[in-house]
C-alpha cells in the first residue's frame, strides 16, 4: 500500500493507510479502538469511551477559537467484510491490501473499507494537525454501525458535548445530505425434516456468481440483479418438472448488502441431468438479457458434486421457494416530497442453511415510519403464508430533513466558494446514525457529506482519489468557517 502514500492530502493518506492496516469487522473493532487511543494518548488529547463501545476524542479550539460552537466530526470503526469467491483473506487478522488504479482506490479481493475508513482517517488528521483553525472538536468512533447501528443506540445522551455534527460516512462528493431513511430487519426461519435422498438420483451444485452487489439502500434502484431472487427462480420455476431436492441454499451475506452470488446442492434423477442442463443453460440467456444494462458479468454455472447424505423434507422445500420466489426485493415506492428519491423497498439479503433450521435474512428501509412498518408486515405476510416463524429488529428511526439548517448554510457557502459550483442538497436511502443521534440530541444541528465511494459493501467497493482531496478541503474550511 506504499503507493497510497505518495497522494496528496499526505497526512489524511497516510491514516487511512494505517486504518487499513487494522481488521475491524463489526463487533469486532477493539483493535482499531485500542489504536486510536494509543493515538491520543501519543498526542495528549483526551479521550472517552462508553459502554456501548464507542469512542470520542477530543481537541482543543485553535487559539483565539475557544468561544466558537462545538463541532463533533462522526464516522463508524467497522466495515463490511465481503470477498469474492476463492479470495483467501481472513478479515479478523489480515490487513486490507489496497492499491491505486488510476484515480481510484481499490483492494485485491475484497473489500476497501472506504466506508467509513476516510472517515476515521479525516478525523485523525484534523486530530494531528496543528495548523488548522478549529473551534473545539470532538471525534466520534462508534461501534457496529453496519450491522444495525448497534453504537449510536447505546450512545447515551451527554456522551457529547458539542452543538453541530458533522458525519462523515456519505459516498458521493459535491452533494449535502440532510436526511436518511429509517429501516429494520425481519427475519424468517423454516423447520425442516431430513430425509434419504431418493434412490436413482446424482447430485450437481448449481449458483449464480459475477453480480455487482451493493449497498442495499444507496444501490437498491439501480436494477441490479439479487443473487438469491435469480437462483430461487429458476428452482421454483423447474423443482417439479425435474423432480428436484434440495439439500442446501447458501447465498448472500449480510442484511445491507444486495446478494451476489448463490449457490444450491440439489438430486434429482440421473435421466433428467442433461434436460437440466440445458435448461439451466436457456435460463442464463434469458436472465442475461434481463439484465444486460446492470449486471454484465453475470454469470450461472452449474458442477457435479459428491451425493449429500439427505435433503430436506418436501413440505419445507415447497413453501422456502415460494417465499423466497414472492419476497417482495427491491425498490417499493419513491418520494413524493423529494424528486429522485426512493421512499421504500425491501432487500433479499441472505439464505443460509443451519443444523435443523433455515435463515432468512431480509431488511426495510423507508423514510417514512408508516411505510416502513408497512413493507416489513408485508414481507413477513409472505413467509407467515409459507409457514416460517419471524422476528423483527427493533428497527432505526429516519432523520427528518432540515433545509434551514445553519451548517448547511455554511457548508453550501463553503463549497461554492472553494470549487465554483453548488453542491447538491439531498436526502439519502441508507441508513445513518443521524437519526439516532437526533433522538438523544433533538437540538444538535448536523450535516452528512464525505467524497465519492462506489460498489460499497462489496469487493468492487472503491475510492475516488480527486473527491477525496475535495472532501479534506471541504471539511477543514467548514472547521474554519463554524462561528
Not at 457496529?144 to 458539542?162: D, I, R, W
Amino acid at each position: 500500500m506504499s503507493e497510497l502514500l505518495n497522494l496528496e492530502p499526505a497526512q489524511l493518506w497516510k491514516h487511512f493507510v494505517d486504518v487499513l492496516k487494522i481488521p475491524r469487522p463489526s463487533d469486532h473493532e477493539k483493535q482499531i479502538r485500542d489504536f486510536l487511543i494509543q493515538f491520543a494518548v501519543n498526542r495528549n488529547l483526551a479521550y472517552e469511551s462508553d459502554l456501548a463501545g464507542n469512542l470520542i476524542i477530543r481537541k482543543a479550539a485553535s487559539s483565539g477559537r475557544e468561544s466558537v460552537a462545538g463541532v463533533c466530526l462522526q464516522s463508524h470503526l467497522d466495515m463490511v467484510c465481503e470477498k469474492n469467491a476463492g479470495t483467501d483473506f481472513d478479515f479478523l487478522t489480515d490487513p486490507i491490501q489496497a492499491y491505486i488504479d488510476g484515480d481510484w482506490v481499490k483492494a485485491k479481493g475484497t473489500t476497501l473499507g472506504g466506508d467509513d475508513g476516510i472517515g476515521i482517517a479525516a478525523q485523525m488528521a484534523v486530530l494531528d494537525d496543528t495548523d488548522l483553525v478549529h473551534g473545539p472538536v470532538e471525534c466520534l468512533f462508534t461501534v457496529a454501525e453496519e450491522t444495525g447501528l448497534n453504537g449510536a443506540f447505546g450512545l447515551q445522551p451527554g456522551f457529547m458535548q458539542s452543538e453541530i455534527l458533522l458525519n462523515l460516512d456519505s459516498e458521493d462528493e459535491g452533494e449535502l445530505f440532510i436526511g436518511c431513511a429509517g429501516g429494520m430487519d425481519l427475519t424468517a426461519w423454516f423447520d425442516y425434516l431430513q430425509e434419504f435422498v431418493p434412490d436413482g438420483h446424482i447430485t450437481v451444485k448449481l449458483g449464480v456468481k459475477g453480480l455487482i452487489g451493493g449497498h442495499s439502500g444507496d444501490d437498491i434502484h439501480k436494477g441490479l440483479g439479487n443473487a438469491n431472487k435469480i437462483l430461487s427462480r429458476f428452482l421454483w420455476q423447474n423443482a417439479d418438472d425435474f423432480e428436484i431436492r434440495i439439500n442446501n441454499f447458501n447465498g448472500g451475506n449480510l442484511r445491507n448488502a444486495i446478494a451476489r452470488e448463490a449457490e444450491s446442492i440439489i438430486t434429482l434423477p440421473e435421466n433428467k441431468k442433461e434436460e437440466l442442463l440445458k435448461a439451466f443453460m436457456n435460463y442464463q440467456t434469458e436472465i442475461r438479457f434481463e439484465f444486460i444494462k446492470t449486471e454484465p458479468d453475470l454469470e450461472l454455472w452449474f458442477n457435479d458434486c459428491d451425493m449429500p447424505e439427505w435433503v430436506i423434507d418436501e413440505d419445507c422445500q415447497c413453501n422456502l421457494l415460494n417465499a423466497l420466489y414472492a419476497c417482495p426485493h427491491g425498490v417499493h415506492s419513491w418520494s413524493q416530497t423529494i424528486p429522485g428519491l426512493v421512499e421504500t423497498s425491501s432487500n433479499l439479503a441472505a439464505v443460509k442453511f443451519n443444523e435443523d433450521r433455515i435463515k432468512v435474512t431480509t431488511s426495510q428501509r423507508s423514510s417514512l415510519e408508516s411505510a416502513k412498518e408497512n413493507m416489513s408486515n408485508m414481507v413477513e405476510s409472505v413467509f407467515l403464508l409459507a409457514g416460517a416463524f419471524t422476528e423483527r429488529s427493533t428497527g432505526y428511526p429516519g432523520w427528518n430533513p432540515n433545509p434551514d439548517s445553519p451548517v448547511l448554510k455554511i457548508t453550501e457557502q463553503a463549497y461554492q466558494d472553494l470549487f465554483n459550483q453548488k453542491p447538491l442538497v439531498k436526502a439519502i436511502h441508507a441508513g445513518l446514525e443521524c437519526g439516532l443521534f437526533l433522538e438523544k440530541y433533538p437540538k444538535m444541528d448536523m450535516i452528512s457529506f464525505g467524497p465519492t465511494i462506489k460498489g460499497v459493501h462489496s469487493p468492487d467497493e472503491r475510492l475516488n482519489i480527486p473527491t477525496t482531496v475535495k472532501f479534506w478541503k471541504l471539511l477543514t474550511e467548514v472547521l474554519k468557517r463554524i462561528e
